[in-house]
């Protein structure tokens, strides 16, 4: 069963420009949630998570990220785009706490155009 | 960077052989991850060691089997490999075994199976 879908395997925007980045899980209890960036040839990078509590979270670089459990929702968004954010996004959840077992979305590259 | 290291960084092999793979996690970190990314399968979770214990186990093949040392860093030992084995193998670690607890990740150990 997939856990994770993120919607687009591409984005593309320009410089200056809104980033969103779509994650939906299915889970039937609310799970931990995860966004990681992976540049090229590096590993992965921890933007921001959810656990509990505010369900807007901020991450860093300026990327925020809002829960929304009716939606089963985990979007990524960015006011402005900068040239620095092209790279491999992935969101990824963890359906119990007890553990550390990330089950990741297929990715989204996101290009920023000039 | 983010104190995992990972060691070697590519790997060359032919099929039918045995390899270790081998991860150093950040200072004070008690719990290790290891994940398999390739283009077919994306990012897949392989096993989770907490102080020694095995915590967790995703798609993980028998043929593939890890171990955490008392000194808390791990090995992935591959064996009878097949084409279909290379891929980036990443470890992470985080300071304890729940999954609210973040991971970082290394750089990655690329295997070329040929």
């Known amino acids: 069963a997939q856990s994770v879908t993120q919607l687009g395997s591409h984005v593309s925007v320009s410089e200056g420009a809104l980033v969103l980045l779509r994650c939906n899980y299915s889970s039937s209890v609310p799970p931990y949630l995860f966004w990681y960036v992976q540049y090229p040839n590096q590993g992965l990078q921890l933007l921001l998570k959810?656990?509990?509590?505010?369900?807007l979270v901020k991450g860093i670089n300026g990327f925020e990220a809002e829960f929304k459990k009716s939606e089963t929702s985990f979007h990524l968004t960015k006011p402005s785009a900068h040239m620095s954010d092209a790279a491999e996004y992935f969101c990824a959840v963890i359906l119990s706490g007890n553990t550390g077992k990330l089950i990741f979305g297929q990715g989204t590259t996101l290009q920023v155009k000039p | 960077d983010s104190g995992v290291t990972q060691t070697p960084k590519h790997l060359i092999t032919a099929t039918g052989q045995r390899v270790t793979l081998r991860c150093s996690p950040r200072s004070g970190d008690l719990s290790v991850y290891w994940y398999q990314q390739s283009l077919d399968q994306g990012l897949q979770f392989l096993i989770q060691y907490y102080n020694g214990e095995e915590r967790a186990k995703g798609n993980i093949l028998e043929r593939f089997s890890a171990q955490q040392f008392p000194d808390l860093h791990s090995e992935l030992n591959l064996s009878s490999l097949e084409l279909g084995d290379s891929a980036l193998y990443f470890c992470?670690?985080?300071?304890?075994?729940?999954?609210?607890?973040?991971?970082?990740f290394g750089p990655g150990t690329r295997l070329t199976v040929t």
């Open positions: 959810y656990t509990t509590g505010a369900t």
């Open positions: 992470a670690s985080s300071v304890a075994g729940g999954g609210a607890f973040e991971q970082y």
